[in-house]
């Protein structure tokens, strides 16, 4: 039986119908799982590929002679101007594919050989999952659980783009979206709808910014509110204004650990003794892909690299007991074996699909006292660490250990900055 990429190269050979090569475009990068179409004009050929668990991957090659047609096929279905190539625009496609509801955010880009397009994929059908099903497990659940539902307060994710931030921060709001709350959020774009949750979308062009949009926001007697991010002092001053006053505020901030947010907001020029008393916890986050489980091969930990067995067991040993015999059985515990990839028909090179890997730091009267003391990020960590946080290579030591991905993975995400 044919693919949708079969079906697509054999569209492009004949380089015909452009409404049709568009569709088999979209259909084949939703079979084929992807999260982000990118077709790229190079200086002798376009090039089409897909990004699958993270990872870009090219799909196929065609002539320069039909970017044009299928450019113009991809703004009108996202309603944006045809005749406009030197400026860069957003739209946004709303179709169905094997009868899931897909919304596509498009992206055109005018460069030297021509408009590059980007689209990421969002599937309407799909649920949002549950904290624990993202993978927030353990003390990470716990402290999380009860920071969101405290009355008030301002609860941070971060990490770098494709993270799996806003995610994070609407399966919070699920678990809060209850009749007796209301819920508000200023989102730029509105990337999933939620039933019992006033979304509104920013527009920074016409002065409806984050800032401007949450002083309207504390206007309509909310009880919890979602920024899409914190990116200046006016912004991050609002929050903790709200959280002061009464309201749990959620969002998101472009940093590289949790306790370097603590910096990051101190350096947007807000006074040490606010920051403690707002915030109830920061996330730290990044996605890492899940190793398949039909050709995975096992390693023994001592057969690991010495530098990567030292690594490990360092991690492992800065981990609390209670943790690990919490999420870890004892007979892994007795005889740690860690996993490789292999590859085969049912996976990408080994992987398919993602799971986070998370540290989560509390705001306790130790972490408080630093901040007042204007510790520095790498001794907060350090503090935190000991005083019982998971850190992004401990948690993801522990899914490695549990068989869900393979320590290649985990030591890469966790050394991103």
């Known amino acids: ?57 090219e799909v196929l090659e065609y002539q320069k002679f039909l970017h044009a047609n299928l450019v113009a096929r991809f703004k009108i279905l996202s309603n944006l101007k045809i005749d406009e190539s030197r400026m860069p625009q957003d739209g946004r496609i709303s179709t169905s594919i094997d009868e899931k509801g897909m919304d596509l955010r498009v992206s055109t880009l ?64 699920i678990r809060l979206n209850t009749p007796d709350v209301n819920i508000m959020t ?30 309207t ?12 991010e914190i990116r200046d002092h006016e912004t991050i001053n609002i929050a903790i204004e709200a959280s002061l006053t009464g309201h ?14 603590i910096t990051r907001i101190l350096n947007m020029g807000i006074p040490g003794f606010l920051l403690p008393a707002s915030v109830n916890c920061i996330i730290a986050q990044r996605l890492i892909r899940r190793i398949c489980p039909h050709c995975r091969k096992a390693v023994k930990a001592q057969d690991l690299p010495a530098k990567l067995q030292e690594d490990v067991r360092r991690s492992i040993g800065r981990t609390r007991k209670e943790e690990l015999v919490e999420r870890v059985s004892s007979d892994i515990l007795k005889d740690p ?24 730091l509390e705001i306790t009267p130790k972490i408080k006292e630093m901040i007042l003391k204007e510790s520095s990020a790498v001794d907060i960590h350090e503090v935190a660490v000991s005083d019982g946080m998971i850190s992004l290579e401990q948690d993801g030591v522990i ?6 991905t393979s320590l290649e993975e985990v030591y890469a995400a966790a050394k991103q900055g």
């Open 337 to 360: 074996i860690f996993y490789e990839p292999v590859g085969c028909e049912k996976c990408n090179g080994g992987y398919k699909g993602r799971v986070g890997i998370y540290e989560i």
């Open 399 to 404: 899914k490695a250990l549990n068989g869900q």
């Open 217 to 228: 926001a504390l206007r309509q007697d909310p009880d919890i509110i979602m920024v899409g």
């Open 1 to 57: 039986m044919s693919t949708k990429i079969d079906l697509l190269k054999e569209e492009i050979y004949k380089g015909e119908n452009a409404q049709l090569i568009c569709d088999l475009i979209m259909a084949a990068a939703v079979e084929a799982g992807a999260s982000d179409i990118h077709i790229e004009p190079l200086s002798n050929f376009v090039r089409l590929r897909y990004r699958v668990d993270g990872v870009l991957q």
């Open 110 to 173: 005018p460069t030297v050989n021509g408009e590059k397009i980007v689209m990421r994929i969002v599937d309407k059908s799909k649920k949002i999952p549950d904290l624990d099903v993202l993978g927030i497990e353990g003390s990470n659940g716990r402290i999380l659980d009860r920071s969101i539902h405290q009355p008030n307060g301002i609860v941070l994710t971060s990490g770098p783009t494709g993270s799996g931030k806003s995610t994070t921060l609407y399966s919070c709001l």
């Open 248 to 261: 749990l505020v959620v969002s998101t901030i472009h940093t590289n650990s949790a306790a370097e947010t």
């Open 186 to 215: 200023l989102e730029d774009p509105v990337e999933n709808t939620v039933d019992g949750i006033n979304q509104s979308q920013v527009y920074p062009s016409i002065g409806y910014t984050f800032a401007s949009g949450l002083r």
